[in-house]
């Protein structure tokens, strides 16, 4: 998958904003909405972009109503999937007060003052979560419009769910034959469709949208980059931001047989003519128990994940790889970073790991469960069993959490995030693409996670709290003119531009807010090997 990094992308349209002295309303091609205010900012929450979606079933359209609904309440979360607790609050069951398969919605934030002829542009950001969990209230997005109107560059936000776990990535031939595949990436696609067809009504400029996403988003992004000339309405954005990683090789509908059939097992389905039908009746409780006792990203098997994009043939045609390696990627100016500490997270779940032969063990069975014994073998001397070496990186013998602990995060940092960063940056250099790159190295000081995946998400979107808006700085004039770089910030090179010290620049950030151009010159040996395993298909198979 794409390195998880920052992702931003850009997208016209129709309706009407209305601005009373009351409560703000907007009138759309399908109803009706009256939002709230709230000091310089007015906020549309739960809109649907879609009509109530039945279990397994494409996006369509919002059913048309009459009048006036309140837009004043985020609405439900898709259903998430339970995670496994582990130590220091790295896991935990969600907890969202309410759940539904209706769950298609958006939330819409904009400046007070915008109207349907403001034309600003426009940032829509998808949340992270493993492809398990997730909301789009999780992140506070309001921070980034209030910050756009002192900078004098205002923009509007749209953040929108979209199914998850089995409900959304799915595989299998029964849902392959179905044209059901990657549900979670069509909603996506359909809100973005949405942008282009109603963000005009709020202020927006649906020719100026930029789609960026942490995590799970950043993948879902930089997958969605891929398949961007496939759009029928054309181009849906004209800039990217994600943040973490590119999509290495997905697993076909053939290799996830096995989930579709133990999910038809334990829901007592087997026996049906159509199995698929027969889960879509079983009630949202009983569904969500089967799900539930599938692994998730804290188990054991961590990073492999079991629900997650897939190739479906309609929105993921080919590897992921592949299409970065054949030049299949929308042609556009991108952000993409990571965090020094991206594998800290993923290793709690493998703390039983503690000798050099479980630890080949757990690669070879777990995490490369198709990589050859050779490929294994230089992967533990690239990784070798010296806590020094080990993540969270700088911190000598410190965060010793286990024996191998910090072996295991250095391997899954680059494994599941670094690696295919690096690589999508390369193919875009080839071809002149304008790409921007970072790596946050704050938070150091926090026990066992060090820059712990995630924890820049309050740097780019700032809130009440945020003291430093370098960062934030820079994505707000990623999404208002495609290049960070504006005013009195200190200059961010693109990717390929040379720097003092080696041939690339990354933005890099430091505690205490400081920031520095510095070079792509770590684990160079270990991330090339690294994607010559993924490339073979060792993790998924070819």
């Not at 339970?82 to 896991?91: C, E, F, N, Q, V």
């Not at 849902?175 to 469709?193: P, S, T, W």
């Not at 590897?319 to 390696?325: D, G, R």
């Not at 700032?462 to 700085?473: G, M, S």
């Amino acid at each position: 998958m794409f390195a998880e990094t920052l992702f931003l992308l850009l997208s016209l349209l129709s309706s009407g904003l209305a601005s009373p002295a009351g409560a703000p309303t907007v009138s759309l091609s399908y109803g009706s909405f009256e939002g709230a205010t709230s000091g310089n900012l007015s906020t549309f929450l739960g809109i649907p972009y879609a009509a109530p979606a039945d279990r397994f079933t494409l996006p369509t359209p919002p059913v048309p109503f009459r009048g006036v609904k309140p837009a004043t309440d985020h609405g439900p979360a898709c259903p998430q999937q339970a995670l496994t607790p582990l130590g220091l609050g790295a896991g935990a069951v969600p907890t969202y007060t309410s759940m539904s398969d209706d769950c298609l919605t958006l939330d819409v934030f904009t400046p007070k003052s915008a109207t349907s002829r403001s034309n600003l542009p426009v940032f829509v950001w998808v949340f992270g979560g493993g492809f398990e969990v997730g909301f789009k209230a999780d992140n506070d997005v309001r921070g980034m419009v209030e910050r756009s109107l002192v900078l004098q560059e205002p923009v509007v936000v749209v953040v929108p769910n979209y199914r998850l776990s089995a409900y959304g990535f799915m595989g299998g031939k029964d849902i392959a034959q179905a044209g059901l595949g990657n549900l979670g990436l069509r909603d996506q696609i359909f809100a973005l469709e949405w942008v282009q067809k109603h963000i005009q009504a709020f202020g927006g400029d649906p020719a100026k949208v930029v789609f960026g996403g942490l995590s799970a988003g950043a993948i879902s992004v930089s997958t969605l980059l891929l398949t961007n000339k496939m759009f029928k309405a054309g181009t849906l954005f004209r800039g990217a931001c994600p943040a973490r990683r590119c999509p290495r090789r997905l697993s076909s509908p053939p290799t996830s047989q096995a989930s579709y059939d133990s999910l038809v097992a334990a829901n007592n389905c087997t026996g049906s003519r159509d199995t698929l039908a027969c889960l879509r009746r079983v009630p949202l409780d009983a569904f969500s128990a089967t799900v539930n006792a599938t692994p998730d990203f804290f188990s054991f098997t961590s990073s492999n994940l079991l629900w997650r994009p897939r190739v479906d043939g309609t929105v993921v045609l080919q590897s992921p790889l592949e299409s970065v390696k054949q030049g299949q990627f929308a042609e556009i100016p991108f952000i993409t970073g990571n965090v020094d500490d991206e594998g800290t997270d993923f290793s709690w779940s493998s703390t039983n790991i503690t000798t050099n032969d479980e630890f080949i063990g757990y690669l070879s069975s777990t995490l490369l469960p198709f990589a050859t014994p050779a490929q294994i073998a230089r992967i533990a001397e690239l990784y070798p069993d010296d806590p020094t070496l080990g993540s969270p990186f700088g911190t000598g013998t410190d965060n010793q959490l286990t024996p191998e602990y910090k072996r295991i995060a250095a391997f899954q940092g680059d494994f599941i995030f670094q690696t295919e960063r690096r690589f999508l940056l390369q193919q875009a250099a080839k071809r002149g693409q304008k790409t921007w790159s970072y790596l946050d190295k704050r938070l150091k000081s926090v026990p066992f996670y060090g820059s712990w995946h995630g924890g820049d998400t309050t740097t780019f979107l700032p809130t009440v709290n945020t003291t430093d808006f370098v960062a934030a700085d820079y994505l707000l004039n990623f999404v208002n003119t495609l290049d960070p770089n504006k005013g009195s910030l200190p200059s961010w090179p693109t990717w390929s531009t040379p720097s003092s010290a080696g041939n690339t620049s990354l933005l890099t950030l430091f505690d205490p807010d400081l920031v520095n151009i510095t070079t792509e010159d770590f684990r160079l040996e270990q991330r090339d090997y690294m994607h010559k395993v993924l490339a073979s298909g060792a993790s998924v198979g070819p």
